[in-house]
């Protein structure tokens, strides 16, 4: 019931996406002018890590396509929402869970494709990286996309009213990416800086694939990022799960 | 049978400006195979209780039995058994006609062969065919009435919901509906619970009306019995008595156009 709901319902978002090439790369374009216009500043600096500019800002831009990308995609349900069609679906006996997941699984999908095309590009700039480490990397933004984009449907259905989704999401995005060092690495930072970075989930995901990158793989720095990701992963599989069984998603 | 029943079915919302106590305690019993219009002034609370017995919004008060299945403890089985078109309908202009029919027919357990024939024979129910590869947001406001109705009838459900299913038609398109109400009853026993503005039509469609007010039921019965109980030629003057809202006085001013 569950996995056939979320495969009728991934279906049919994946084709909405197909439809709009627009949609497809848009979520690149702002890391991919990150890569080509301030990457070039950073060759050679001093970064406070290991590895080479490229290791450095790479796994940052990944993070920020994910970061941004899946947390405005709660958009498509207050549409959905304004539709009617949230309610029609609702009145199905569809698994409430597929609802969330569908869609989810459609962004996640998405984003991991927008995340290759970077480092593709990145590869073309000069970024030079072990494969397992490129993996590892996608494994975090498949894990981050996927909570994210969650927990910005639970967050566009639970605002009283709609209006106010943009500028949340901006509120907390910004911060978000600011305090994890997606930029420039953290070590840079005063220590007070430093101190407020460890509240923010991101910096550890972004530091651990820093190292994947470096080829480094059984760190703490590492532990702590798997860890961060399946708090997140864990904390938005049950509030997204808790909202859509919410009679009144 | 009773195909539902309810008892001190409630609901209140509570807003910034305080409780809206828009369904107040409704004890409703609905035969098996009946053509139920439900009927009441703009607010009255028809739409709210059709979301509460549909599943889709939690009563707060009161309980209510639905196709066998208790609404509370067992929504899955009432959703499987009910079909429910909103009042603003729920189609995705993103979409194709056929998209949508498939789709809600996927949601509903069918195979994609079987989803994809269901498709083709409501479209043909509802004078669809023409428009199956049409996107949803290039049809006009009845045909995507249609659609809608469409949607709700893909698992020929045994109790249909209809909110104000004909506003926007026009008069063929409203007979039309009407035909397909008589005969979902007669060829296939299902019960249909529908609100209207339209009192010729609950006086032409409807067996028994319940009208409600303030969302408390006001009175109920045969439009016939409605109408001979307040000495009333039309069902529009019955209502008029029994929910207290008479024409209004009129009012000779001029009318100020600058
Ligand atoms: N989500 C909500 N929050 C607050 N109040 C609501 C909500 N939904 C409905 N109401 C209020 O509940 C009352 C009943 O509304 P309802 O939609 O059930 O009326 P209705 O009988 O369907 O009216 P209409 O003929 O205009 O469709 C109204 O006063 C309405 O403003
Ligand atoms: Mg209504």
Redesign the interface.
């Given at each position: 019931m569950l996995l056939?709901?979320t495969a009728?319902l991934f279906g049919?978002y994946a084709?909405?996406t197909l439809?709009s090439p627009f949609q497809i790369f848009f979520g690149a374009l702002t890391p991919l002018l990150y890569l080509f216009f301030f990457g070039p500043l950073l060759t050679g600096l001093p970064l406070g890590r290991a590895g080479d500019s490229w290791q450095v800002l790479v796994p940052g831009l990944l993070l920020q396509l994910g970061l941004f990308g899946a947390s405005f995609a709660g958009f498509a349900v207050i549409m959905?929402k304004n539709?009617?069609?949230?309610?029609?679906?609702?009145?199905?006996?569809?698994s409430r869970l597929a609802l969330l997941l569908g869609r989810t699984l459609r962004d996640t999908v998405l984003f991991l494709f927008q995340a290759v095309l970077l480092v593709l590009a990145a590869l073309l700039m000069g970024l030079r990286a072990p494969l397992p480490g490129i993996l590892v990397g996608f494994g975090f933004v498949t894990l981050l996309t996927f909570s994210l984009a969650s927990l910005s449907y639970v967050l566009a259905l639970r605002l009283p009213s709609p209006q106010e989704f943009g500028p949340a999401i901006n509120t907390l995005a910004m911060p978000a990416m600011l305090l994890s060092g997606l930029m420039l690495p953290m070590a840079l930072a005063p220590g007070w800086l430093d101190v407020l970075s460890h509240f923010v989930p991101f910096r550890y995901l972004v530091d651990a694939v820093r190292d994947a990158y470096t080829g480094h793989y059984a760190t703490a720095t590492m532990l702590y990022g798997v860890l961060a990701a399946a708090g997140l992963t864990v904390l938005a599989v049950t509030v997204g799960t808790r909202t859509f069984r919410g009679?009144?998603a | 049978m009773a195909i539902i029943s309810t008892s001190g079915l409630s609901r209140t919302f509570r807003t910034k400006q305080g409780e809206v106590h828009a369904v107040r305690g409704i004890d409703l019993t609905v035969r098996a195979g009946e053509i139920l219009g439900f009927l009441g002034p703009n607010g009255a609370g028809k739409s709210t209780t059709l979301r509460m017995l549909?599943?889709?919004?939690?009563p707060t008060g009161g309980a209510a039995t639905v196709c066998g299945h208790d609404l509370l403890r067992d929504?899955?089985a009432v959703?499987?058994k009910?079909g429910?078109v909103?009042q603003?309908?729920?189609?995705?202009?993103?979409?194709t006609v056929r998209?949508e029919l498939v789709?809600?027919g996927?949601?509903?357990?069918l195979p994609r062969p079987e989803a994809t024939a269901r498709a083709a024979a409501l479209a043909r129910d509802l004078d669809l065919t023409e428009l199956l590869d049409r996107s949803t947001a290039a049809l006009s406001g009845g045909q995507r009435r249609r659609l809608d109705l469409a949607?709700g009838l893909t698992?020929r459900p045994a109790l249909l919901f209809l909110d104000e299913p004909t506003t926007g038609l026009d008069p063929g398109s409203r007979a039309a509906l009407w035909a397909l109400v008589r005969r979902l009853r007669d060829d296939h026993g299902t019960t249909v619970v529908l609100t209207t503005h339209h009192l010729d039509e609950a006086d032409a469609l409807a067996e028994r009306l319940v009208i409600i007010d303030g969302g408390a039921v006001a009175a109920e019965g045969s439009p016939a019995a409605l109408k001979a109980e307040h000495g009333a030629d039309t069902l529009q003057d019955a209502f008029l008595a029994i929910t207290g809202r008479g024409p209004a006085p009129v009012d000779t001013t001029p009318v100020a156009v600058q």
């Amino acid at each position: 019931m569950l996995l056939h709901d979320t495969a009728v319902l991934f279906g049919r978002y994946a084709r909405q996406t197909l439809r709009s090439p627009f949609q497809i790369f848009f979520g690149a374009l702002t890391p991919l002018l990150y890569l080509f216009f301030f990457g070039p500043l950073l060759t050679g600096l001093p970064l406070g890590r290991a590895g080479d500019s490229w290791q450095v800002l790479v796994p940052g831009l990944l993070l920020q396509l994910g970061l941004f990308g899946a947390s405005f995609a709660g958009f498509a349900v207050i549409m959905e929402k304004n539709w009617g069609v949230l309610e029609r679906m609702r009145v199905t006996p569809v698994s409430r869970l597929a609802l969330l997941l569908g869609r989810t699984l459609r962004d996640t999908v998405l984003f991991l494709f927008q995340a290759v095309l970077l480092v593709l590009a990145a590869l073309l700039m000069g970024l030079r990286a072990p494969l397992p480490g490129i993996l590892v990397g996608f494994g975090f933004v498949t894990l981050l996309t996927f909570s994210l984009a969650s927990l910005s449907y639970v967050l566009a259905l639970r605002l009283p009213s709609p209006q106010e989704f943009g500028p949340a999401i901006n509120t907390l995005a910004m911060p978000a990416m600011l305090l994890s060092g997606l930029m420039l690495p953290m070590a840079l930072a005063p220590g007070w800086l430093d101190v407020l970075s460890h509240f923010v989930p991101f910096r550890y995901l972004v530091d651990a694939v820093r190292d994947a990158y470096t080829g480094h793989y059984a760190t703490a720095t590492m532990l702590y990022g798997v860890l961060a990701a399946a708090g997140l992963t864990v904390l938005a599989v049950t509030v997204g799960t808790r909202t859509f069984r919410g009679a009144e998603a | 049978m009773a195909i539902i029943s309810t008892s001190g079915l409630s609901r209140t919302f509570r807003t910034k400006q305080g409780e809206v106590h828009a369904v107040r305690g409704i004890d409703l019993t609905v035969r098996a195979g009946e053509i139920l219009g439900f009927l009441g002034p703009n607010g009255a609370g028809k739409s709210t209780t059709l979301r509460m017995l549909s599943t889709l919004l939690p009563p707060t008060g009161g309980a209510a039995t639905v196709c066998g299945h208790d609404l509370l403890r067992d929504p899955v089985a009432v959703r499987r058994k009910i079909g429910y078109v909103a009042q603003g309908g729920g189609v995705d202009p993103q979409e194709t006609v056929r998209s949508e029919l498939v789709t809600q027919g996927r949601l509903y357990g069918l195979p994609r062969p079987e989803a994809t024939a269901r498709a083709a024979a409501l479209a043909r129910d509802l004078d669809l065919t023409e428009l199956l590869d049409r996107s949803t947001a290039a049809l006009s406001g009845g045909q995507r009435r249609r659609l809608d109705l469409a949607l709700g009838l893909t698992h020929r459900p045994a109790l249909l919901f209809l909110d104000e299913p004909t506003t926007g038609l026009d008069p063929g398109s409203r007979a039309a509906l009407w035909a397909l109400v008589r005969r979902l009853r007669d060829d296939h026993g299902t019960t249909v619970v529908l609100t209207t503005h339209h009192l010729d039509e609950a006086d032409a469609l409807a067996e028994r009306l319940v009208i409600i007010d303030g969302g408390a039921v006001a009175a109920e019965g045969s439009p016939a019995a409605l109408k001979a109980e307040h000495g009333a030629d039309t069902l529009q003057d019955a209502f008029l008595a029994i929910t207290g809202r008479g024409p209004a006085p009129v009012d000779t001013t001029p009318v100020a156009v600058q």
